[in-house]
């Protein structure tokens, strides 16, 4: 899930092509629906991302009431209004009245805190959750931002790869060399740099246990003459989310597909190659594309049918684009990494979404 900021962006309006009186207006890539006559190519307005949870007061001046996602209707969702996908909420709230909302975008000023937005967070099921313990020694994963909303991460013609992006629940493995020691926990708890004491009830010890995960980090800590090795992966299945690519985790066939890989070499955490690692050790996520940087390719990746079970059960979730060499981003501040995700993945009924 990527950070929440809520931003004032200078628009790039658009006819909507089903709607008379709506219009939309372009933020990054992205795109949401708005009235007709209410913005202009070239001013600002504030964007509040998917995922948001408003405060009722500003709900209510949006005119947005029970219209929200969520079971208090306070949560920002992609909607297609009229056949046009809509992802985020433009407005001009009356608290920043006061504010030049032109700077404020050159400045990339963040407004969640004063609108009283917050992020979303995920429920957690009990065979995702569990007794917890203190691990400051976890290599930590890091939040993938969207390239709609970043589309500068990338330059055009750039060396990328692309891999298929599953919705199950990242299980975060940090293998200690000098104590052979195994944390393992989810993106959440990760966070908070707590890993999860085992438990054969537990979704990702599970996985572990049923992949010979924690063997495989111990084999490669030793070939690369690591002190940590961090194996982060993705478990998959029916009782994990609405997606399932025919795993049946209910009945111990978790599926589980490696997305990343860090070590700690001499000091230093490196990000890692998985497939060059890991390949025929571990499941690994399927790589669909390797190539030149171009938007609408990946846009194009990010959508159709998933490729994990063999069978295109499914629709997919999107895409994770990674440069083919590791770098730092400036625009990310970290990693040069980003999501595209489907449509129809965003828009589907019924969907979970538990991290």
Known sequence: ?????????????????????LELAQVGLYRAVVAKGAYRTGEAAVYIP??????????????LTGRLAGSASDRVKAVRLRGE???????????????????????GTDFAERLGITKWVPPIPPTMSGEVESAPELLPWVDIEN???YPDVFTPGEPV???????????????????????????????????LKEDPRNLYW???????????????????GARRVGIFGEVYGAGVQDLTYGADGRRDTLGFAVFDVSAEIDGSVRWLDAAALLEGELPLVPRLFEGPYDIERVLEFAGGRETVSGRELHIREGVVIRPAVERYSAVTGGRAIAKAVSPAYLTRKGGTEYE
């Open 1 to 21: 899930m990527s950070t929440l900021r809520v931003t004032a962006e200078v628009l790039t309006v658009h006819d909507h092509p089903n709607a008379d009186a």
């Open 50 to 63: 998917e995922q948001s949870v408003l405060p009722a007061e500003l709900i209510e001046e949006l005119g």
């Open 85 to 107: 996908l809509s992802q985020g909420i433009v407005c001009r709230p009356g608290a920043l009245a006061d504010v030049d909302l032109a700077r404020a975008a050159a400045d």
């Open 147 to 149: 390239i709609q909303r």
């Open 161 to 195: 790869v692309l891999t298929e992006k599953l919705h199950g629940s990242a299980c975060l493995l940090t293998y200690l060399a000098d104590e052979d020691r195994v944390y393992v926990t989810s993106k959440g708890f990760g966070a908070k740099s707590l890993a």
């Open 206 to 224: 599970r996985a572990v246990h049923g992949h010979g995960v924690a063997e495989a980090a111990a084999r490669l800590a030793e070939r690369l």
